[in-house]
């Protein structure tokens, strides 16, 4: 059975920190494109930052460059996102997301979520 559980989001004033955590388990971590993503109310879920299964290319999001950095550590099957310099814009459930690049037909894992609040 296939589980990301996510961890660490919560409430932030303007400008400060959070880092993010999704420990995957049922799959081979190594072999898996892992992605974050977030979710706002009455909007489309939004690709925040992905990383290769190698961890050796990310790729973020515009409204995140800069203040948000992807990483993994493949011995602990676990993908990070480091949040800096946060806004109430960044206010949004953080999902973490697994898929193989090479499956003849991409099948996605999803988290549950980890709620990050930006406000004073």
């Known amino acids: 059975q296939v589980q990301l559980v996510e961890s660490g989001g919560g409430l932030v004033q303007p400008g400060g920190s959070l880092k993010l955590s999704c420990a995957a388990s049922?799959?081979?971590?190594?072999?898996?494109?892992m992605n974050w993503y977030r979710q706002t109310p009455g909007k489309e879920r939004e690709l925040v930052a992905a990383i290769t299964s190698a961890g050796d290319s990310t790729n973020y999001a515009d409204s995140v460059k800069g203040r948000f950095t992807i990483s993994r550590d493949n011995a602990k099957n676990t993908v990070y996102l480091q949040m800096n310099s946060l806004k109430p814009e960044d206010t949004a459930v953080y999902i973490c997301n697994a898929y193989r690049i090479w499956d003849p037909v991409r099948r996605d894992y999803w988290g549950q979520g980890t709620p990050v609040t930006v406000s004073s």
């Open positions: 049922g799959i081979t971590f190594s072999s898996y494109t």
